[in-house]
């Protein structure tokens, strides 16, 4: 690799913002930054943010695109449809979905996840913007 150093990203508290669900949602996630991968022959996006459950219906998923969960707090109930297997997710616990993955989430209490998933944002994480620190101030 060579060419002049690309600074880092840093949105500082992300994870302690409050994540609204949507009026009558029980699951919702709120993507905080997207790149463009350059590193590939065949360049996609690089999206994270956070996933939030509480009890209520469970989300089907149908993947087109791949996504990693870390589950931060609580409990996630994934109900995979290729083998009928529930887990049950809690902290610390990982997650990884292909394209192609049919899953339903759930849960008897709440659940906040990180993820990860190659698509452009969504829906982005509300009070988030204009939070990525200046680190050309700072130089």
């Not at 997207?34 to 065949?42: G, L, V």
């Not at 759930?106 to 993820?115: C, I």
């Amino acid at each position: 690799m060579s060419g002049t150093p690309v600074p880092l990203t840093i949105i500082k508290g992300a994870g302690h913002e409050f994540i609204p669900l949507p009026q009558g949602e029980n699951a919702t996630v709120a993507d905080f930054h997207s790149i463009r991968t350059q590193t590939t022959d065949s360049p996609t996006h690089l999206t994270s943010g956070f996933y939030k459950i509480e009890a209520g219906p469970a989300r089907p998923a149908h993947y087109t695109f791949e996504e990693t969960k870390y589950v931060i707090n609580g409990q996630i109930d994934i109900l995979d449809e290729a083998t009928g297997v529930t887990h049950h997710l809690v902290p610390g616990d990982f997650a990884f979905f292909s394209v192609g993955s049919k899953v339903q989430f759930s849960t008897k209490s709440s659940g906040l996840a990180f993820y990860a998933v190659t698509r452009p944002v969504r829906t982005p994480h509300p009070g988030l913007k204009g939070r990525e620190e200046d680190v050309k101030s700072r130089l």
